[in-house]
């Protein structure tokens, strides 16, 4: 079992530009979770997902933000346009059964 | 609001010492519980939960943590810390698929 698979590692963007985190959960976890990782706020619940379909985006910062879950093996979470104070590192998490498991995470850096 | 609070920014401890990490939760009904451990620039490791039953927990590594109604904490131990040990620690809890995270305690083990 490869894990939770992330990508990219490392990204950085220039303030403006569309980013796209992208997200493999793990092959039977009906649940897929964002969160965002900063010094100053800790880790956040961004969405959350389960078999598929968005539960709770309410932890999602403004309209700039969007995620979506094509099917049970990808997602992603799209930033447009991208500001410096999105600089911060994005995981993501599949669940079953209260089983979480983290990818490695995506460290945003927008300049 | 559900919380969980790490009072402990910091902690230095000498290899071959024990460790307590402190958890206090503030839920409604007794949440799920859980502590991960993060190494620099990887995602979160789950090193152990708790549900119900027991109220002591045993998880990998060695590491081990005791629920307690009546304090409202599930503190995390461990008998004899490893140089290895050294990373930051978080606490959780969740009463649905919501994890809500303490802001961490990060561990530095001196040889």
């Known amino acids: 079992d490869a894990g939770v698979i992330q990508s990219p590692r490392h990204e950085v963007t220039e303030m403006g530009q569309e980013v796209t985190l992208r997200c493999k959960p793990i092959s039977g976890h009906n649940s897929l979770f964002w969160y965002r990782q900063t010094m100053m706020r800790g880790l956040e619940l961004l969405i959350y997902?389960?078999?598929?379909?968005?539960?709770?985006d309410s932890g999602m910062p403004e309209d700039r933000f969007s995620a979506k879950m094509p099917n049970a093996s990808f997602s992603t979470l799209k930033i447009q346009p991208s500001e410096p104070r999105d600089s911060a590192v994005y995981f993501c998490?599949?669940?079953?059964?209260?089983?979480?498991?983290f990818g490695s995470g995506t460290r945003l850096t927008v300049v | 609001a559900q919380s969980v609070t790490q009072p402990d920014i910091h902690i230095t401890v000498s290899e071959g010492a024990s460790l307590e990490l402190r958890c206090n939760y503030s839920?409604?009904?007794?949440?799920?519980l859980f502590w991960y451990v993060q190494s620099p620039g990887q995602g979160l490791q789950l090193l152990l939960k708790y549900f119900s039953g027991d109220t002591l927990v045993q998880g990998i590594k060695g590491f081990e943590a005791e629920f307690k109604r009546s304090q409202s904490s599930f503190n995390l131990r461990k008998p004899s810390v490893h140089w290895s040990d050294a990373a930051e620690y978080f606490c959780?809890?969740?009463?649905?698929?919501?994890?809500?995270f303490g802001k961490g305690t990060l561990l530095t083990v001196n040889p």
């Open positions: 998490a599949s669940n079953y059964n209260y089983g979480y498991t």
């Open positions: 997902f389960n078999n598929n379909v968005p539960i709770d």
């Open positions: 959780s809890g969740g009463s649905n698929y919501k994890l809500t």
């Open positions: 839920y409604g009904a007794t949440p799920y």
